[in-house]
């Protein structure tokens, strides 16, 4: 039973979830994030070599100074504390030779440098343990200043991981003020996706649009264009089964009760007539069934279809060709008039139900031994067909209403359905043609002309 009450998260406006590798908002927050760790771990690593190569650039000017200030300052034998201050000079050699060989001077320490130096900086061994040597000589001295390469490395890296600090500080914060602000940006793709989440199925109103950046707004419009769109095919299909599930019901009663009067028929020849009129009946419904199917395909689905080059007078021959039976069974003269080739952008299966239609609706109101009249020729730059007939006509304050599905001319001859003339507008209108009606000035009865464009 709780079964029964479960519903898709979709429908109560829930967000659904979806995998991280379609979100744009993780996409862009990992590639931000991964460009900013990229920079800072380089940053780090230029400034730590950077910050090493100044500390070592620093001792070795501490050293200068130090043997700078020693030249001709001591004395023959002299030995005393030290003369750099903290941990480095317990990790410091001073030594002051006289030119003839003599110290003048030692730092506190067990080690001894050679007195054979080689002058300015150079890097050599003293029991074992590198140093970094700076020799300067004068006239009468020669002062060496070394200090322990291990011990210059390990003050050098300290003083460039005091440099790394900030950086290694400031990358998470960076990191996370990229999230918030693509958090923030993307904000109103979230709440356009919560109003599209919130919407029934039957809400088609468009998405508000006030303070949505310029990069969405195109998208937010196109999407209320479709809304639009989608209302109006809605609308009209609403429209289009109220007036269908209208019209159906009058001949499936009319079938309904012919089929009765046949079964309670006494004789033969009652039974003969009362089948015609079945066959008639089903003759009729067929046809309203067939032109409401022509009628929602013009206006759905045949929309999609590609324009091309038609041959307007092929058209119109082929299509007196179909209709003379008609014709002929009517005793209607049914003239085609082609002088040329007429040739405009269209559909030709579209273009041949408009004609099919016009010629049907022309028969049906033509009297017996009346006319028919067909043309196609080129006009201005496009291509007019033109259906007259020689029948009553329409009343010029009938004619805007005859083309709307299912409406009647008073006094029209026939039973038939009402949708032949709003196949042909909707037609017309999707191949942006003029569509007129008034008196054939020939015939004397309807003249539709559809005009088509090059």
Request: charged share 20%; hydrophobic share 50%; aromatic share 4%.
């Amino acid at each position: 039973m709780r079964a029964a009450s479960a519903r898709p998260a979709s429908a109560g406006g829930q967000k659904t979830s979806e995998h991280p590798a379609s979100s744009l908002r993780g996409r862009l927050t990992r590639a931000l994030l991964a460009a900013v760790l990229l920079i800072a771990c380089v940053q780090a690593a230029v400034t730590y070599r950077t910050a090493r190569a100044e500390a070592e650039a620093l001792f070795d000017a501490q050293m200068q100074r130090i043997a700078l200030s020693l030249t001709g300052s001591l004395g023959a034998g002299a030995e005393g504390g030290p003369l750099a201050d903290g941990a480095a000079a317990q990790d410091m050699i001073i030594q002051v030779w006289r030119a003839d060989g003599l110290m003048l001077y030692r730092s506190p320490t067990d080690r001894l440098l050679p007195p054979q130096a080689v002058l300015g900086f150079t890097d050599l061994r003293v029991e074992g343990d590198p140093y970094r040597v700076y020799a300067l000589r004068t006239a009468t001295q020669v002062v060496q200043v070394a200090q322990q390469t291990e011990a210059r490395r390990q003050m050098a890296g300290q003083l460039a991981l005091r440099a790394v600090l900030p950086v290694a500080l400031l990358a998470p914060l960076l990191m996370l003020i990229v999230w918030w602000v693509i958090g923030r940006a993307l904000a109103p793709v979230e709440r356009v996706r919560a109003q599209v989440a919130a919407r029934r199925a039957d809400d088609l109103a468009p998405l508000p649009t006030a303070g949505l950046p310029a990069e969405l707004r195109p998208l937010v419009d196109e999407m209320n264009g479709l809304l639009t769109r989608l209302a109006a095919a809605w609308g009209a299909l609403t429209h289009f089964t109220a007036d269908a599930a209208h019209e159906l019901r009058s001949p499936l009663a009319a079938l309904r009760l012919q089929a009765q009067s046949l079964e309670r028929a006494p004789d033969d020849e009652t039974r003969r007539i009362a089948a015609g009129r079945l066959l008639a009946g089903i003759d009729r419904a067929t046809r309203l069934v067939e032109q409401l199917l022509a009628l929602a395909r013009q206006e759905g689905v045949a929309r999609e279809a590609a324009f091309a080059p038609v041959d307007l007078a092929a058209l119109a021959r082929a299509a007196a060709a179909d209709a003379r039976p008609e014709a002929e069974r009517r005793r209607i003269d049914l003239v085609l008039h082609t002088p040329a080739s007429a040739v405009a952008p269209g559909q030709a299966e579209a273009l041949a139900m408009l004609l099919r239609n016009l010629i049907e609706n022309a028969l049906r109101h033509a009297p017996p031994d009346g006319q028919v009249r067909v043309s196609a020729h080129v006009a201005g730059e496009g291509a007019e067909l033109l259906v007259e007939d020689s029948g009553p006509g329409i009343a010029p304050e009938d004619r805007p209403r005859v083309l709307d599905r299912f409406y009647r001319a008073p006094g029209a001859p026939g039973h038939g359905s009402g949708l032949g003339l709003a196949i042909v507008r909707a037609v017309a209108e999707r191949h942006g043609a003029t569509l007129a009606l008034d008196e054939s000035p020939a015939l004397g009865g309807l003249r539709v002309r559809v005009s088509l464009r090059g």
